[in-house]
T-cell receptor
Framework: KAGVTQTPRYLIKTRGQQVTLSCSPISGHRSVSWYQQTPGQGLQFLFE???????NKGNFPGRFSGRQFSNSRSEMNVSTLELGDSALYLCASSQIQGAGEQFFGPGTRLTVL | KQEVTQIPAALSVPEGENLVLNCSFT??????LQWFRQDPGKGLTSLLLIQSSQREQTSGRLNASLDKSSGRSTLYIAASQPGDSATYLC???????????WGAGTKLIIKP
């Protein structure tokens, strides 16, 4: 069974631009969660989607948004990029909503110049 | 507020040693605790998941234990190998905010 895939793997943007990241979960998994990882803050929860609905949200500004499609694939969008948004963005899929075993993708490395 | 602590932040040991990584948490109201490894610049690989009702889980050379009363989980690695070098993170699902709370990780180096 294929693992979690994320595209693109690397991205370079400039301040003020917007970006969309994509995540395809493991087949049969309906929950997708997004995390931001930085050297200073570690891993921080962004949001979780289950059955096309956002179920939980972390403490991030409204510039960070996401959605999930009927095939469970998810996208995350960041608008008006700031230098501090440079990070590794990880998505994880799970069979169940919430407290299920999380399986992570390889991440998207976003650099904001 | 739940806090997850992993000490030490870094550990370097010779190949072949058995070792223990620690994960401490402040609130015992958790659903489960999961251990991951992360190689530099890569995503996270799930190692073991312990449900709140369980005391331990084993996979190959890895054994993870959970003691909610003391707010502690340990990851035991037997007969360490250079390929075990990575950062090991623990994360737990807390009941109040219903989200995954992360430790900062322990960077493990196994010297050949």
């Amino acid at each position: 069974k294929a693992g979690v895939t994320q595209t693109p793997r690397y991205l370079i943007k400039t301040r003020g631009q917007q970006v969309t990241l994509s995540c395809s979960p493991i087949s049969g998994h309906r929950s997708v969660s997004w995390y931001q990882q930085t050297p200073g803050q570690g891993l921080q929860f962004l949001f979780e989607y289950f059955s096309e609905t956002q179920r939980n949200k972390g403490n991030f500004p409204g510039r960070f948004s996401g959605r999930q499609f009927s095939n469970s694939r998810s996208e995350m969008n960041v608008s008006t990029l700031e230098l501090g948004d440079s990070a590794l963005y990880l998505c994880a899929s799970s069979q169940i909503q919430g407290a299920g075993e999380q399986f992570f993708g390889p991440g998207t490395r976003l650099t904001v110049l | 507020k739940q806090e997850v602590t992993q000490i030490p932040a870094a550990l370097s040991v010779p190949e072949g040693e058995n070792l223990v990584l620690n994960c401490s948490f402040t609130d015992s109201a958790i659903y489960n605790l999961q251990w991951f490894r992360q190689d530099p610049g890569k995503g996270l690989t799930s190692l073991l998941l312990i449900q709140s009702s369980q005391r331990e889980q084993t996979s190959g050379r890895l054994n993870a234990s959970l003691d909610k009363s003391s707010g502690r989980s340990t990851l035991y690695i037997a007969a360490s190998q250079p390929g075990d070098s990575a950062t090991y993170l623990c994360a737990l699902w807390e009941s109040s905010n219903y989200q995954l709370i992360w430790g900062a990780g322990t960077k493990l180096i196994i010297k050949p």
